[in-house]
C-alpha cells in the first residue's frame, strides 16, 4: 500500500519526441505528487508536483496528467531536448509526514 | 545563495564501524531531510529535522539517527555499518517543516562505501 510504481525503468526518445513516464499509487491518502529530475553526481531537483484535485499541470515543457480514479499519474516531457537526459523519480506524500519514492526512470534522449 | 552542502563528498568504512555525515542546508531554511539512494531500493526517506526536533523518520533501523544543530546544520550517524548501507546519502533543505509540499532543494550527497 505504500509503494509507488514507476515505469518504464529506462527510455529512449528521439529529440523532439514526447517521452512518457507513468507511475501508479495504492494508497488513497496520498496528497502530493512530485517529480524530480536527477543528473549524474548531482542530487534530485523538483521538477513539477501536483495535487489529486487537478488533473493536470503544466510548467514550461513538463506536464503531470493526474488520474484520481485510477491512482495513475503520469510526466510528458514535450519537445524533448538532449539535456533532459537524466533519471527522473516519481513521487507520493502524505499529509507532509511520508514520502515515498518510484524507482526511477533513465530517459536518454537522442540528438 | 549558496547550495545545499554536504561533507565529505566520499567516504569508505568498514563494517562495524560507525560514521557521521554532515549537511549545511540553504541559508534561512530551518528543515532538513536525509535520504538514501541505492540502485536496488532507489531514494528512502530516512528522517527530517525542524528547529532542533525530529519530525518524521521512515522505516530505517536505530543504527540510523540524525540531529539538528541551532544553525539548521545537520548530522547523520550511522552505527555498527553493514555492507548494505553502503548508499549515496542524500541532504535536503526547505523553508518550512511538511517538507515536501514545500520545494526541497537537494545537496549533491555523500557515497558511502562499506567493505
Known amino acids: 500500500q505504500q509503494q509507488v510504481k514507476q515505469s518504464p525503468q529506462s527510455l529512449i526518445v528521439q529529440k523532439g519526441g514526447i517521452p512518457i513516464i507513468n507511475c501508479a499509487y495504492e494508497?488513497?491518502?496520498?496528497?502530493?505528487f512530485p517529480w524530480y529530475q536527477q543528473f549524474p553526481g548531482k542530487g534530485p531537483a523538483l521538477l513539477i508536483a501536483?495535487?489529486?484535485?487537478?488533473s493536470e499541470k503544466k510548467e514550461g515543457r513538463f506536464t503531470i496528467s493526474f488520474n484520481k480514479s485510477a491512482k495513475q499519474f503520469s510526466l510528458h516531457i514535450m519537445d524533448s531536448q538532449p539535456g533532459d537526459s537524466a533519471t527522473y523519480f516519481c513521487a507520493a506524500s502524505m499529509q507532509g509526514d511520508k514520502i515515498i519514492f518510484g524507482k526511477g526512470t533513465r530517459l536518454h534522449i537522442l540528438p | 545563495k549558496a547550495g545545499v552542502t554536504q561533507t565529505p563528498r566520499y567516504l569508505i568504512k568498514t563494517r562495524g564501524q560507525q560514521v557521521t555525515l554532515s549537511c549545511s542546508p540553504i541559508s534561512g531554511h530551518r528543515s532538513v531531510s536525509w535520504y538514501q539512494q541505492t540502485p536496488g531500493q532507489g531514494l528512502q526517506f530516512l528522517f527530517e529535522y525542524f528547529s532542533e526536533t525530529q519530525r518524521n523518520k521512515g522505516n530505517f533501523p536505530g543504527r540510523f539517527s540524525g540531529r539538528q544543530f541551532s544553525n539548521s546544520r545537520s548530522e547523520m550517524n550511522v552505527s555498527t555499518l553493514e555492507l548494505g548501507d553502503s548508499a549515496l546519502y542524500l541532504c535536503?533543505?526547505?523553508?518550512?517543516?511538511?517538507?515536501?509540499?514545500?520545494?526541497?532543494?537537494f545537496g549533491p550527497g555523500t557515497r558511502l562505501t562499506v567493505l
Open positions: 494508497n488513497t491518502a496520498f496528497d502530493y
Open positions: 535536503a533543505s526547505s523553508l518550512y517543516a511538511g517538507t515536501f509540499t514545500d520545494t526541497q532543494y
Open positions: 501536483i495535487r489529486p484535485d487537478v
